[in-house]
């Protein structure tokens, strides 16, 4: 009988086996995890969940009974040792298991600072899985003192739920400003001012020395020679693609675990979707992370597989909550040269041009903008700047 083996229990790989099944897959599919738990949405974790609003259950995917209606083999808690691409076989618990199909959904993992720097004292914590949040949470209580090393969207919205909580929260960002990596100065500008109006503070430009402290972290010493007192420190310095065990294996890499148009790997029979795979695109291997493309590749693999001979053609969205405000972005801005600014009531968005051509779309409390910039840009058009800009433009007739 046929034996589809997918490595990474994340949203991809748990997404991968439920549509597997949905598109009539009939022989054995084995899900493997190295985390014990269910798999399980991860953007809560740094929002609903950290905050205490959501429950562990509400967090999972799926109930455990649908990977046993679906006939879905979960080895839970058992990271894999080994990858055999000749014999096609998996190590994982002691065991030997043979594939037909193999795909890795191996995610990514968060940078941490080195021990040179302090990262090995106990109160320095990295916010990317279950364990991580419930190892922190008991400090995200009022009056506590924490440093924030990394001004992207994850340090940000773990600065929103520290500041909302009550804690005293600094930021330290090393480049000229937060969100430099990934958006305009305009989104910059916005998230700045709403986290200097939550009261957290934000230095920029400001790298980070070492942090302090005998076995648990007292203090952050900065580049300038200050130091900030912290009673704990979260680190958001961006995350990398988990490619150890296709490494071993011998697979090729490329920006990530490197696949063709189709998802497959360099070896046969084995295919990667997710956070740790790259595609072609024309601005090359491209690697993506967020939950929809996730999703999205993790189905066009899983069709692949059953024979459809699929392209993926990603259609790049994300989100990040902070405080009460939606930020919703559309596209990649990679290359632009031009912002276009959208005022309505209650609600701005930037818009990304290149030349003539609309790149993304960075949309604050106005899924209006988001939902009209994603088919345009699904439908390759691009309405003119001076037109999105213009509050009195209909942004629905855009799309005829």
């Not at 002691?94 to 993992?109: E, I, N, Q």
């Not at 990295?126 to 990394?150: E, S």
């Not at 148009?261 to 072609?280: E, I, K, Q, Y």
């Not at 051509?357 to 106005?366: F, S």
């Amino acid at each position: 009988m046929k034996h589809i083996i997918v490595i990474g229990a994340g949203q991809a790989g748990a997404s991968l086996v439920a549509k597997l099944r949905a598109l009539g897959e009939t022989g054995a599919i084995t899900l493997i995890g190295a985390e014990a738990a269910l798999p399980y949405q991860r953007p809560p974790l740094s929002k609903a969940y950290l905050l205490g609003d959501m429950p562990l259950e509400r967090l999972f995917l799926r109930p455990e009974s649908f990977y046993a209606e679906q006939n879905i083999t979960l080895r839970l808690g058992e990271p894999v040792s080994a990858i055999d691409t000749t014999a096609q076989t998996v190590t994982v618990g002691g065991d030997t298991l043979a594939y037909d199909d193999l795909v890795l959904t191996t995610g990514s993992s968060p940078r941490r600072l080195p021990a040179s720097s302090g990262g090995d004292l106990k109160g320095v914590f990295t916010l990317r899985d279950l364990a991580d949040v419930d190892a922190m949470q008991p400090y995200f209580t009022a009056g506590k003192r924490v440093v924030i090393v990394g001004g992207g969207y994850i340090g940000l919205e773990g600065a929103a739920v520290a500041a909302k909580l009550g804690l005293d929260v600094t930021v330290v960002e090393m480049a000229p400003r937060i969100l430099q990596r990934v958006a305009a100065p305009e989104t910059s500008d916005f998230f700045r001012d709403l986290h200097r109006g939550n009261g957290v503070k934000i230095l920029e430009a400001t790298g980070l020395d070492r942090l302090i402290g005998d076995t648990h972290v007292s203090a952050a010493r900065l580049s300038d020679g200050r130091e900030i007192p912290a009673d704990f420190v979260m680190v958001g310095v961006g995350i990398a693609p988990n490619t150890a065990l296709a490494q071993m294996a011998g697979i090729a890499l490329d920006n990530g675990i490197a696949t063709d148009a189709l998802g497959r790997t360099s070896a046969p029979h084995v295919w990667a979707a997710g956070d740790c795979a790259s595609f072609p695109t024309a601005l090359g291997q491209m690697r993506l992370e967020s939950v929809p493309h996730a999703i999205d590749q993790a189905e066009c693999v899983a069709a692949n597989l059953l024979g459809a001979a699929k392209t993926y053609v990603p259609e790049p969205w994300f989100w990040s909550d902070q405080y009460d405000i939606k930020l919703q972005i559309a596209g990649l801005n990679t290359g632009y040269d031009t912002i276009a600014t959208r005022h309505t009531e209650g609600a701005i968005s930037f818009w990304y041009y290149k030349g003539d051509h609309l790149l993304a779309v960075d949309a604050m409390n106005d899924p209006r903008a988001f939902m009209v910039a994603k088919r345009l840009l699904s439908m390759g058009k691009s309405p003119g700047p001076d037109q999105v800009s213009n509050p009195e433009t209909d942004l629905k007739a855009l799309l005829k």
